[in-house]
């Protein structure tokens, strides 16, 4: 199973250009400034239920989600088929995809290297919350 570890978020604003950047281009944006973009309301809907966790793992990268990622959980928001979830299953996290179909639930993986992980009567399963953003740091 993946470890991760437990983030804080903080209270940050920082200023929104209010026009599409193009790749590659400079441009000059000072005179394109618009309100200051609060990265809580961004990132975060529901701040009671709300905390991160740092990816260690690459079972998700099909998903999106890379090793050193931030995962924004939300405790509020119920498991369903499809969405990506922290779990906790025998006592070890795990951030996968949820599944349930037919009566039967499993957790899959989204890198083909890692198979799904089933979820039977005997192991011991529970759904901390679902992954609503994911952070990527692009430098170290």
Known sequence: MERMLVEVL????????AMSVPAG???PAEDYLDKPLDFNELIIA????????????DSMI??????GDI???DRSLSAKDGRVVLALVDGAFALKRFRKRN??????????QYPDLVISEDMTF????CVRR???????
């Open 126 to 129: 529970e759904v901390w919350g």
């Open 62 to 67: 099909g998903a999106g989600i890379h090793p």
């Open 10 to 17: 903080c209270d940050l604003r920082v200023p929104l250009v």
């Open 25 to 27: 281009f400079p441009s």
């Open 46 to 57: 529901n701040p009671a239920a709300t905390f991160a966790v740092r990816v260690d793992g």
């Open 103 to 112: 009566g039967r639930v499993w957790l899959a993986s989204e890198n083909p």
């Open 134 to 140: 994911c952070v990527r740091m692009l430098e170290p």
């Open 71 to 73: 995962a924004v959980v």
